[in-house]
Each structure stands twice: as C-alpha cells, then as structure tokens.
C-alpha cells in the first residue's frame, strides 16, 4: 500500500508528473534534449525572478550545496545555522578544506539580519550561506531583511538553500540579490528526488573563475560553458527533466499568485488546527514556515504509536527530526497538496487518537 505523504520531503508527486517520466528516452547531445533544456530553465527563470543563469544538476541539493562551497568560498565562509540541515552545511564547509564559522541561533529560532550585519561586519568572510526554509524546525527566517543588510556587503557571496520553500512563496532572486540560489526539488516543488535548480549571478562566475579545487561535477564554470548550448556538463536526470517541464506548466497553469495563497492558506490552516488541540508552534508564529508546520508535542502524545497506527492508516506521518524527534511533529504542506489532503490526516488521527478530536 502507498502511504501518502504529509512528511517534510518528499513529497506527493501529481500522476501526469509521474507519466512524464515515462516518455522515451532522448539523448542529450541531441537537439531535442536542447530544447527540452531551453524551455524548463526559461520557466524556472520566471519562477525564480531572475536573468541570471539557471543551472540544472543531476543530484540532491547537498551535491550543490558543496558545491557552491567549492565554487565560491574564497578566504573564510560564515555559516548560518538555525537547524540541522544549516549545521550540516556547516560541517560540508569545513570538509571542503574551507575556513568557515558557525553563527548559531537556538533550533526553532530564525537567522537574524542583526547577526548577519554583525558578522559580516568583521571584514572576515567573502561568502555567506543561509537556509530560508529551515527544514528541521519549520522556521522560515527574514529572507527580505537579511537581504537589505547583504547590500552592505558586496564583497560577500549570498548563497541561499531554497530546497523547501522555493515555488511556494515569491522568492525573487535577483531583487534580493542571491548570488546563489540552490534547490531540491522533492521538497516545495513536488518532483520526485535526484534533480537540483541553481543560479549564479555574473560576481558569482567571477569568484568561480578564479577559485582553485572547484572539482568538476559541479564545477560553475562547467555549468557556464554548456549552458551556452542548452545543455549540462555530464548526462543528465532526462526523466526528471521531462517531470519539471510538466511541473512547471502545472505550476503556471495553477498561477504563482494563486500557489503562493494556496500555500498561505494551507499554513494557516494545519496552524489553526494544531494550536485549537492544544498543541504549541515550535517556533514563533511570525516565523513560522509557510511549507510545513513544526509543533511542539505539548500534550505528550505518543508519536512513535502515532507514527505506526498513521502509517498501517496509509499515511506517512513525520514525528520531528534530529534532537527534537519526538519533541516535536512536523506536518509538510508543500507542493500539490489540498486542505481536502489534510482533512484526510486530522481525519485518520482522530479516528486513532479520538481524545485530540
Ligand atoms: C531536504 C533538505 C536538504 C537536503 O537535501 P538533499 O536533497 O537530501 O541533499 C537541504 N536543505 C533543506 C532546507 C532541506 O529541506
């Protein structure tokens, strides 16, 4: 039996989005692949607000995360980290043989622009990396502010994780002024594993084309010299492409306006029903991400059971992540989901747990 998804990635994916993944295989030297290429970074272009270059990569977004670490951290890198997959970027940094600092806020808490301000301010970074999303404790940090106080700076590179958030909100890359902006997209986007979306702004080519060690897979300027053709440095995901090209009409046909309210909606919504159990958010409300909803497990229920009885239900079930597993519960509303999805969650957790009704 298909357990359905409401973990934080991945995520459902639509039916006519696992068809196109079936269509017969191309070449990817050939023109149709450049075509194919062409109108998906055209679309992710318009999706993302930017005319920077649109790169596609053939894995996770921690294949990129690296990188980008590789490509663009030149004398010392400072680390944002408000939850685990920030704390994992840092330790990437340091495995690259890069100088890197940890700037740590408590799980649950956002990244600051006041903090982003006053490290920046040492002189002792040329690159900076952040999560919007963080993915672990629901937390969206102030993406606008901190983008304010990175005008300040530069000099210092602004690489962005957009894994869960990206499509479900307006993330306006070139207004903000990422230099780098990275994405899954199993996660808000709603394809299935193994394709990463990134930019790299002309300063970002610049601090490529001078870095020593950048390797090759995910070598910038590798990407730079193909993109020129419509094309990528090594064979690429084709399925997945076809999947994002179908994904990407699905996304416009819904509308980006009408996605990011979706979303609003659905935030609000999976909010109000855990706060009206007597569950507490994890974080604070106004940082409360708009893709899942982190809740703290205030009247010690069982997850590990819920967990199970959800899962015999049909229902993928996510009981928190790391040090906060069982601590906390995180719902994800991300992608193509519906409130009629959700219903079918609250529906099947009262029917085992009848005292949260
Ligand atoms: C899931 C996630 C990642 C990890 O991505 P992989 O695709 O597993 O490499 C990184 N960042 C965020 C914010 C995530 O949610």
């Not at 606008?144 to 479900?168: G, H, L, N, Q, W």
Request: glycine share 8%; proline share 4%; with cysteine.
């Amino acid at each position: 039996m298909h357990k359905k998804l409401f973990i934080p990635g991945p995520v459902e994916v639509h039916q006519s989005v696992l068809t196109a993944m079936s269509a017969p295989m191309i070449g990817h030297r050939m023109k149709e692949y450049a075509e194919l290429h062409g109108r998906v970074t055209t679309g992710l272009k318009k999706l993302m607000f930017t005319n920077d270059r649109v790169f596609l990569a053939t894995s996770s977004a921690f294949g990129v995360m690296e990188g980008a670490i590789r490509n663009l951290v030149g004398k010392r890198c400072a680390n944002f980290c408000n939850g685990a997959f920030s704390d994992k970027w840092h330790e990437v940094t340091l495995r690259c043989g890069k100088q890197a600092d940890a700037i740590r806020f408590d799980w649950g808490k956002p990244v600051t622009p006041q903090a982003v301000e006053q490290a920046l301010s040492t002189g002792k970074y040329d690159s900076m990396t952040m999560i919007h999303n963080e993915t672990s404790t629901g937390v969206m940090s102030p993406l606008k502010e901190i983008a304010e106080v990175m005008r300040k700076f530069p000099e210092v590179m602004f690489i962005v994780d957009t894994v869960s958030s990206m499509s479900a909100l307006k993330i306006p890359v070139d207004d903000l002024g990422i230099d780098s902006c990275i994405f899954g997209v199993q996660k808000a986007f709603a394809l299935p594993p193994g394709l990463t979306v990134f930019t790299a702004s002309e300063k970002a080519l610049h601090r490529a084309a001078g870095m020593e060690g950048r390797g090759y897979y995910f070598d910038f300027m590798e990407f730079a010299a193909n993109d020129d053709k419509d094309n990528t440095p090594s064979t690429p995901c084709i399925s997945l492409i076809y999947a994002m090209d179908t994904q990407l009409e699905r996304i416009f046909a819904e509308g980006l306006e009408k996605r990011w309210a979706r979303h609003a909606d659905l935030a609000d919504y999976v909010r109000g029903w855990v706060t009206g159990r007597g569950f507490e958010l994890f974080p604070e409300l106004r940082y409360c991400s708009q893709t899942l909803t982190c809740s703290q497990n205030s009247r010690s229920i069982d997850l590990a059971v819920l967990k199970k009885k959800l899962g015999e239900a049909g229902f993928a079930f996510d009981d928190g992540y790391g040090k906060i597993k069982g601590e906390t519960f995180r719902i994800a509303h991300m992608g193509d989901m519906t409130r009629t999805d959700l219903d079918e969650l609250f529906c099947a957790i009262i029917t085992i747990m009848p005292e949260l009704a």
